[in-house]
């Protein structure tokens, strides 16, 4: 199975980047490393995706390691609405599983 | 809009009694999902379906079953033999080319 691990929590104070690490050693050349966030008692949302190089969009960034071992996700300047739990996981070219880990719970302080 | 529904909201059964979960996308996606979500938990997978008239089960599919007949529905029904039905239930869909997976809003199972 397609594997992720990330960090259980972080906190950060509001206006402050925000860095969450994600290891997926076992990703293949073909799989995507996708960026989801889900708040209290709502389905997750997509955040940003990317495959080999730097991503950016207007929610956050993302950075890739070379070896595409582990990523990134950036948030610039954390705001009190960006308290929510991250998933990090892998998306596979054929046979998608999707395959959530437990997350990283932001907390954003005022 | 295209979207990812999910109904109903809220739904509240007694033991015993099978229910069914509604999952409606008019994404035109292929691959679709449903997920259990515990309190302060993550999402683990309980069937996906990459075609129609096609599914597999995930890492908890015991006590569920689902069917795929059309591209747009992925019913699930939660039987009288899962032995802790109360639950959140996450339906999503994902399209072909790499985009973004889509998410419904949940249904909250509670089983008294």
């Known amino acids: 199975d397609a594997k992720t691990t990330q960090p259980n929590s972080m906190e950060s104070n509001e206006e402050e980047p925000v860095h969450l690490p994600c290891n997926h050693s076992?990703?293949?050349?073909?799989?995507?490393i996708h960026w989801y966030r889900q708040l209290p008692s709502q389905g997750p949302e997509y955040v940003i995706h990317?495959?080999?190089s730097n991503v950016n969009n207007r929610m956050a960034s993302l950075a890739i390691a070379e070896d595409r071992k582990s990523s990134t996700l950036i948030l610039h300047r954390a705001t009190l609405r960006d308290a929510a739990v991250y998933y990090c996981?892998?998306?596979?070219?054929?046979?998608?599983?999707?395959?959530f880990g437990g997350g990283t719970r932001v907390l954003v302080k005022p | 809009d295209g979207g990812i529904t999910q109904s109903p909201k809220y739904l509240f059964r007694k033991e015993g009694q099978n229910v069914t979960l509604s999952c409606e996308q008019n994404?035109?996606?292929?691959?679709m999902y449903w997920y259990r979500q515990d309190p302060g938990q993550g999402l683990r997978l309980i069937y996906y379906s990459q075609i129609v008239n096609d599914f597999q089960k995930g890492d908890i599919a015991e006590g569920y079953s689902v069917s795929r007949e059309k591209k747009e529905s992925f019913p699930l029904t939660v039987t009288s033999a899962q032995k802790n039905p109360t639950a959140f239930y996450l339906c999503a869909s994902l399209g072909q080319g790499h985009t973004e997976a889509f998410f419904g809003q949940g249904t909250r199972l509670t089983v008294v």
């Open positions: 994404l035109n996606h292929d691959a």
């Open positions: 996981i892998q998306v596979k070219a054929a046979g998608n599983k999707l395959t």
């Open positions: 990317g495959l080999t």
């Open positions: 076992t990703i293949s050349g073909t799989d995507y």
